[in-house]
């Protein structure tokens, strides 16, 4: 397996613009996070889902964002409008049965 | 609320050092602790912990969970410069399968 893939890799967008970030888990793995890391506060938790469904979207910051999953392999993160303070990279981890999540690559995302 | 703390927050050692990484919490109903090795790009897997008591062990490595003190910690003898990272400590929710992150311990090994 090619592990989780994430896309794009690499983001630089204008404010005010609509961003979406997409990713493939690990064929068979149940769970999907989504988590945004920044040098101020670390790996944050946005969005889970179960078997497509979201569990817990609390984390995730305002109604800018928002997240799907049509289907088991595969799953996006939208921000709309994108703003500089949503500069971050976004990690997409999977796992199976709530055991050890395994991680993308991550998108970096600039807004300038 | 719930929390993962982890301590020191960064660590600059020589190689050749041991090294004990710590991680407390707050979080009533888990079902494991993992450790994360970050270099430049994704955290990778390094150990899931369930029971209190039982070391884990790859190579240098090694992490033990107690869980009446709320707390793991991460040790690594003889460091290298390869072990040059951020290593994070997450929790896996009973309920749900959540997983929530602590902030990380940068470890910097100097040769």
């Known amino acids: 397996d090619a592990g989780v893939i994430q896309s794009p890799r690499h983001e630089v967008t204008e404010m005010g613009q609509e961003v979406t970030l997409r990713c493939k888990p690990i064929?068979?793995?149940?769970?999907l996070f989504w988590y945004r890391q920044t040098m101020m506060r670390g790996l944050e938790l946005l969005i889970y889902?179960?078997?497509?469904?979201?569990?817990?979207d609390s984390g995730m910051p305002e109604d800018r964002f928002s997240a799907k999953m049509p289907n088991a392999s595969f799953s996006t993160l939208k921000i709309q409008p994108s703003e500089p303070r949503d500069s971050a990279v976004y990690f997409c981890a999977s796992s199976w049965g709530s055991f050890e999540a395994f991680f993308g690559q991550g998108t970096r995302l600039t807004v300038v | 609320e719930d929390k993962v703390v982890q301590s020191p927050l960064s660590l600059v050692v020589h190689e050749g050092d041991t090294v004990t990484l710590n991680c407390s919490y707050e979080?009533?109903?888990?079902?494991?602790l993992l450790w994360y090795k970050q270099e430049k790009k994704a955290p990778t897997f390094l150990f899931m912990l369930t029971s209190s008591g039982i070391e884990k062990k790859s190579g240098r490595l090694s992490s033990i969970l107690d869980k009446k003190e709320l707390s793991s910690i991460l040790n690594i003898t003889a460091t290298q410069t390869g072990d040059s990272a951020i290593y994070l400590c997450?929790?896996?929710?009973?309920?749900?399968?959540?997983?929530?992150f602590g902030q990380g311990t940068e470890l910097s090994v100097k040769p």
């Open positions: 889902f179960n078997n497509n469904v979201p569990i817990d």
């Open positions: 997450a929790l896996i929710y009973n309920q749900g399968g959540k997983l929530i």
């Open positions: 064929s068979g793995h149940d769970y």
């Open positions: 979080v009533t109903n888990f079902r494991s």
